[in-house]
């Protein structure tokens, strides 16, 4: 089955450098508006049906997500699953466009470009079809080693595809190249835009260089002064000032920023699978804080992709995790690990993102997330543990939306607990965990009680059968 593998060469990682606080060249915005969507990987969607599409859809609108970017690969399901979706989405309002997943299609000669250009013309004109500047929207994950038999990659993606006769001049080409930033300009005539996919997590923080990037923080017991630190990593727009600068550079390009928000990430399979078993951080709150920076620099950001909606292996899913297909050995970490809370944050922040404004609190709400064993726990696992494990924090994390000022008590045992002052508005607060203990939130407000949230079926385990640094997230709201 096709699956999505990030991080697969040194040059996405090399995408992800910080740089220096120089100036910022806020490239020229397209006629695209402010928009939400969600990375949706068709290759897990292979029995899905219309109402599957349908189902999928209604959540995601009722959620604040105005489209999904449609991953797809070269699967034997891809046209008939993209027909589903766009038929459902006709029906919806709702928008869609294709990823393509170059990890996946063959791209070394011209007629391989054959396909993303019937592909492409097969759902321009549709009206769930999203578009900028009457051009189909189009992005994709990877695809810069593609040379499409010319002579280098630019060359190949421009007079394959961007400025080839069947598609010239009916795409707005808003790739995810995992390359040098500074190679932007080299791209004149392809990118209309940047999809900065990898922007979501703190790249730049490692178990091997943390002591150098987060010099006095022990990560075994972060304080306030440790987690002011961590701060400026978690949910950072340096990267993003970095795609933006360099965008600017590409001549006759519409300069169309797309930036992502991820809320976790965790993939373990072993080197007789996927061959992938690595962690990044995702502490600190980062989906709040990720989108909070996304909200304070919006006027440089056209859209933003939720990275993911479906990615079960990887862990950064925000969907529902029982409804498409799981690859073959990910059900370990996670069957039972719902991330409906992450989901049920979103619309309050892409509003905010889409109009500039917050929109009104009017049901309090409380979500908690944690993991569902110490970081340093050593069970007997041949995969062993995931790179960069170290990082995280043994702390549940909890976000309170509340209408008013009130009372939050955590509690992660019978006797750890504390009582947080919240004020109207967005509050972050997190407790130590304790081994052998649950996770337990109430709100109070004038002495009484708003909300109770305990979930059934999470426990903080010292001793597990297998390495799971995926996160247990649970959520209520008052009545």
């Known amino acids: 089955m096709h699956f999505r593998h990030a991080l697969s060469s040194l040059g996405l990682l090399a995408a992800a450098a910080f740089v220096n606080a120089l100036p910022v060249k806020v490239a020229r915005q397209s006629g695209v508006p402010k928009v939400v969507v969600a990375h949706h990987i068709v290759g897990l969607t292979a029995a899905f049906t219309v109402d599957d599409w349908t189902s999928d859809m209604q959540l995601a609108q009722a959620n604040g997500i105005d489209g999904f970017a449609l ?24 928008k869609l466009f294709f990823s393509f997943d170059m990890s996946s ?14 592909l492409t013309l ?3 004109s549709s009206p769930a079809q999203l578009q900028v500047d009457g051009k189909a929207f189009v992005s994709t994950f990877a695809g810069e080693a593609c040379k499409f038999g010319q002579a280098d990659v630019p060359t190949g993606w421009k007079t394959q595809y961007t400025q080839h006769p069947d598609t010239a001049g009916k795409v707005h080409f808003v790739p995810s190249f995992f390359i040098d930033p500074a190679q932007f300009s080299t791209f004149s005539g392809v990118m209309d835009g940047d999809f900065n996919f990898n922007s979501g997590w703190p790249l730049a923080l490692s178990a091997a260089n943390a002591p150098q990037q987060l010099p006095g923080v022990n990560l075994d017991n972060v304080d306030a002064a440790g987690s002011q630190v ?11 000032n970095q795609h933006i600068s360099q965008l600017a550079n590409v001549q006759n390009s519409a300069k169309t920023y797309m930036a992502a928000v991820a809320p976790w990430f965790f993939t373990h399979f ?3 699978t996927f061959n992938k078993n690595f962690v990044f951080d995702g502490d600190e709150h980062l989906w709040v804080t990720r989108w909070e920076n996304l909200i304070a620099n919006r006027d440089k950001v056209s859209l933003v992709e939720i990275v993911t909606w479906n990615d ?3 862990s950064h899913y925000i969907g529902p995790n029982n409804h498409g ?6 059900e370990q970490w996670v069957n039972g690990f719902d991330h ?29 997330w944690a993991r569902p064993h110490p970081k340093n726990a050593t069970p007997n696992d041949p995969v062993g543990p995931p790179k960069d494990f170290q990082l995280f924090q043994d702390k549940l994390w909890a976000v309170v939306l509340a209408t008013a000022d009130g009372q939050v008590t955590l509690a992660t045992s019978d006797t750890t607990s504390q009582t947080f002052d919240v004020k109207a508005g967005v509050n972050k607060l997190s407790l130590a965990l304790t081994p052998g203990g649950f996770m337990h939130g109430t709100l109070t407000r004038n002495g009484q009680t708003v909300i109770d949230l305990k979930p059934d079926g999470y426990k903080f385990d010292p001793n597990p059968a297998a390495f799971n640094y995926n996160a247990f997230t649970a959520s209520a709201s008052s009545k």
């Open 71 to 94: 991953n797809i690969g070269n699967d034997p399901f891809t046209d008939a699953q993209a027909q589903n979706a766009y038929q459902a989405a006709e029906k919806l309002n709702f």
């Open 105 to 118: 299609f063959p791209c070394q000669t011209a007629d391989n470009a054959a396909r993303l250009r019937d």
């Open 122 to 124: 097969k759902f321009a």
């Open 230 to 240: 961590l701060q400026k990593f978690i949910g950072s727009f340096d990267t993003d």
């Open 270 to 272: 072993g080197a007789n």
């Open 312 to 314: 079960f292996g990887e």
């Open 325 to 330: 297909q799981l690859p073959p050995g990910s």
């Open 340 to 368: 409906q809370g992450f989901l049920d944050l979103t619309n309050f922040f892409a509003t905010q993102f889409k109009t500039g404004q917050a929109p009104p609190i009017t049901k309090d709400q409380l979500v908690m």
